[in-house]
């Protein structure tokens, strides 16, 4: 019933039943527990302010020359630069097309 009101932005079957659980338990508060585990260590201020620099010096740089600079993985230098920098590729046509 929930998809048929919400569609797509409906809450899963699986959250749902976990509400029910906690609200059953005696829990009111649907706020999102901090969990333990290891804290980030490649998205740092040091190294968001790094790859900035490096950015501002070579716009044309990929993301594996700055990974491999900065020994960090792709995969925090993408969401470096694209979350924490909101810098996105732009598309740029040499010819471009009549519509």
């Keep these: ?3 048929e009101v919400y569609g797509v932005d409906a809450v ?5 039943f976990e509400w029910f659980k906690r609200f059953r338990d005696g829990e009111e508060d ?5 969990r333990s585990g290891r ?8 190294n968001i ?3 900035r620099r490096m950015l501002a010096d070579d716009r044309r740089l990929s993301l594996r ?20 920098l909101q810098k996105r590729k732009k598309n740029v ?7």
């Design 1 to 3: 019933m929930l998809v």
């Design 12 to 16: 899963s079957k699986q959250c749902v």
């Design 30 to 34: 649907v706020k999102v527990e901090p």
């Design 39 to 46: 804290p980030p260590t490649s998205t740092t201020p040091d």
């Design 49 to 51: 302010e790094r790859v």
């Design 65 to 84: 020359k700055i990974a491999e600079e900065l020994k960090i993985s792709l995969d925090s230098v993408s969401n470096i630069i694209h979350e924490h």
């Design 93 to 99: 046509c040499a010819f471009p097309t009549l519509r």
